[in-house]
């Protein structure tokens, strides 16, 4: 699970290269040291291949602040190359 979930943030590219770091550091948390290891080695080359989209602006601290004063959020999805 966490694998998959970890799998699906780096597929996002929505997430500065730091941002990325971090998140992926607090899902794995909670893995025991021989968890951890085995799941940085499924996702070394995704890790290494990650890039942000070109205009990655931080979003968790956004994301922090819209949960805790219980804002809706939406989320838009698009292609590749689709523009607003």
């Not at 500065?16 to 085995?38: I, K, Y």
């Not at 996702?43 to 890039?51: A, F, N, P, S, V």
């Amino acid at each position: 699970m966490i694998s998959g979930i970890s799998s699906i943030l780096l597929g996002s590219r929505s997430l500065t290269t730091a941002e990325m770091t971090e998140a992926l550091t607090f899902v794995q948390a909670r893995l025991s040291p021989d968890e951890s290891h085995t799941v940085n080695t499924w996702l070394t080359q995704e890790k290494e291949d990650y890039r942000p989209i070109a205009q990655a602006q931080p979003l968790i601290a956004k994301l922090d602040e819209a949960i805790a004063s219980r804002q809706r959020l939406t989320f838009t999805y698009q292609s590749p190359g689709q523009s607003d």
